[in-house]
């Protein structure tokens, strides 16, 4: 099973920037997709960002042009390169990656969140 594990959240202004990392541990034959999620207060789970294990990438509407996402496949790491930050960003980002056992068992993992907050 893939443990993960998110960091770089904290509070910004308006306009700012933040790279929140995310740091995948465990003995597991491939790591699939990646990606990042978040909760806003008071609002449902959405997707963020996503990228395949080949590099392909995806991202919400709301934040095209805004975030990056990049993955390190030697080093199990996704990060998400957040700029131009706007108050409406304000949430709980999770780190979710799909996993596969060398019997070919899929697994989905979450991290446990970090926050991130902008203000106006």
């Known amino acids: 099973q893939v443990q993960l594990v998110e960091s770089g959240g904290g509070l910004v202004q308006a306009g700012g920037s933040l790279t929140l990392s995310c740091a995948a541990s465990?003995?597991?034959?491939?790591?699939?997709?990646m990606g990042w999620y978040r909760r806003a207060p008071g609002k449902q789970r959405e997707l963020v960002a996503s990228?395949?294990?080949?590099?392909?990438?995806n991202y919400a509407d709301s934040v095209k042009g805004r975030f990056t996402i990049s993955r390190d496949n030697a080093k199990n790491t996704v990060n998400l390169q957040m700029n131009s930050l706007k108050p409406e960003d304000t949430a709980v980002y999770y780190c979710?990656?799909?996993?596969?056992?060398?019997?070919?068992?899929?697994?989905?993992?979450w991290g446990q969140g970090t926050q991130v907050t902008v203000s106006s």
């Open positions: 979710n990656a799909e996993s596969q056992s060398r019997i070919g068992l899929l697994r989905n993992s």
């Open positions: 990228t395949t294990k080949g590099g392909r990438t």
């Open positions: 465990g003995n597991v034959f491939s790591i699939n997709d």
